[in-house]
């Protein structure tokens, strides 16, 4: 064998083992995807986060606060909408950025139960909007990103959301096509929603308080435009 010959020889063999070495690479991320893309819904999506869609719910948040010789009460009433207007995709998680929207009435009601007795009742339409950010990692849903929600005491249903274990695909195979996740934080805090396969969230409840302060939050599903 001649040299040209030997380097011919070289230059084939060398070739041939790049084109092993990335056949056997494309091989394996084939197969990682196939494995992560099946893996997240294995057990169902209960909470199908693409952009565009949407949920609606019927949205009653009441508070009492007695800070003598205060005495507060006040109640928000309205539609309260969430939509996914954003998605960034991660290795190893997926962020979803969610506008809300608030239109209803609040009203409030401060007195004075001491002289000078005082009465004051306040009437505010609402039409305001915000937006958080939920982060799905291992099938978990956290709060990533919180700022000034689009209601006072949606500001504190989050708070309350960021503390309790809610998962967009179950760990285990369900039992039904609706799942309740949530937990008694503490004496005084609970925080309890309600996710449908396949719809996403149908129901939100949470509350917190003690002997001078009280708040609860109720959000029940009226519309969805969901697209999985």
């Given at each position: 064998?001649n ?7 070289r230059i084939r ?17 084939s197969?990682?995807?196939d ?18 869609n949407s ?9 009492f606060d007695?800070n003598?010789?205060?005495?507060s ?6 539609d ?20 809300q ?9 401060r007195?004075r ?9 306040t ?6 909007s915000?937006?958080?950010e939920?982060?799905v990692?291992n099938?978990?849903?956290k ?16 708070s ?6 809610v998962?967009r695909y ?6 039904n096509?609706?799942l309740s ?13 309600t996710?449908?396969?396949s ?6 409840e949470c ?20 697209t999985?």
């Amino acid at each position: 064998m001649n040299r040209h010959q030997y380097m011919l020889h070289r230059i084939r063999s060398v070739r041939f083992r790049i084109l092993l070495v990335c056949g056997l690479v494309l091989v394996f991320l084939s197969s990682c995807e196939d494995l992560t893309s099946s893996l997240p819904d294995r057990n169902g999506d209960y909470w199908p986060l693409k952009v565009g869609n949407s949920w609606t719910f019927s949205y009653h948040y009441g508070y009492f606060d007695n800070n003598e010789p205060y005495l507060s009460t006040g109640v928000y009433d309205g539609d309260l909408l969430w939509e996914v207007t954003g998605a960034s995709v991660f290795q190893d998680s997926s962020t979803f950025l969610i506008k809300q929207t608030f239109i209803g009435i609040a009203i409030e009601i401060r007195q004075r139960y001491t002289a000078p007795y005082r009465y004051d009742t306040t009437y505010t339409i609402l039409d305001t909007s915000a937006t958080f950010e939920l982060t799905v990692k291992n099938g978990l849903l956290k709060i990533s990103k919180n700022v000034p929600a689009a209601v006072w005491g949606n500001t504190f249903m989050l708070s309350l959301f960021q503390k309790a274990d809610v998962y967009r695909y179950p760990l285990s195979p369900p039992t039904n096509d609706s799942l309740s996740y949530g937990r008694d934080i503490s004496k005084y805090e609970t925080f309890w929603i309600t996710l449908q396969k396949s719809g996403g969230p149908v129901r939100l409840e949470c509350k917190w308080g003690y002997v001078h302060s009280t708040k609860r939050v109720t959000a029940e599903l009226t519309s969805r435009v969901v697209t999985n």
